[in-house]
């Protein structure tokens, strides 16, 4: 075994940062050199990157009834008249995170937008990157305690034509979606297995709770 030291950012050198477009996503032409695991530095890399900043996703977890909710709506990058699978796609409540909020409100602010749903006991799971080989992303993962009976039907804001359709199924539910191929997008995908690991710890500390 050897000792693991990453590099930082200042192993990367910026050469070019050019907007390319700006529409409701950024594009930016990159240029830049990066050190080498075996010495040195690279030649120069070009690459696009679309920046969309951040995002906050939640696992509205039922503990009493062992449910989950998710919403379901039209994405325009799963469209492809060739495949089988539907662009309306089951995920979990999520938003972008705009100037000046914070992700822990965009998750609370999203849970009554997208799914009328009050959420309590909000904990932060992880922060991952998504693709950032082409992507500025940072998506942060919360779990909401939800009172499932309380939600459901049509939601989502007219001004920003969103048409959203709220689930309430089974955590067993989710799972076996996840394994049908009903659900197959990677926040949901990444979201749902974090709560298998974790519900039973989740249970017993909200069902344990004197207070929502």
Known sequence: M??????????IEIL????VYRGFFKLNKMKFKHKLFAGGWSGVVTRE?????????????????????LVEQVRIGAYDPTL???PWLLELIAGMVEEGETPESV??????????????HLQHCLSVWDSPGGVLER???FV????????????GLAEENEDIRVHVVSRETAYQWLCEGKIDNGIAV??????????PKLKMQWLSSSHD
């Open 139 to 141: 998506i942060h993962l």
């Open 49 to 69: 990157l679309l920046i969309k900043g951040a995002a906050s996703a939640v696992i509205a977890y039922d503990p009493v009834l062992d449910n989950v909710v």
């Open 190 to 199: 990444m979201g749902l297995q974090w709560l298998a690991l974790n519900y």
């Open 84 to 86: 089988k699978q539907s």
């Open 144 to 155: 909401g305690k939800v009172d499932s009976t309380q939600v459901g039907g049509l939601h």
């Open 2 to 11: 050897y000792p693991f030291q990453q590099f930082t950012q200042q192993d």
């Open 16 to 19: 070019e940062d050019e907007t």
């Open 107 to 120: 998750a609370l602010r999203e849970s009554e937008e997208e799914a009328g749903a009050k959420i309590t």
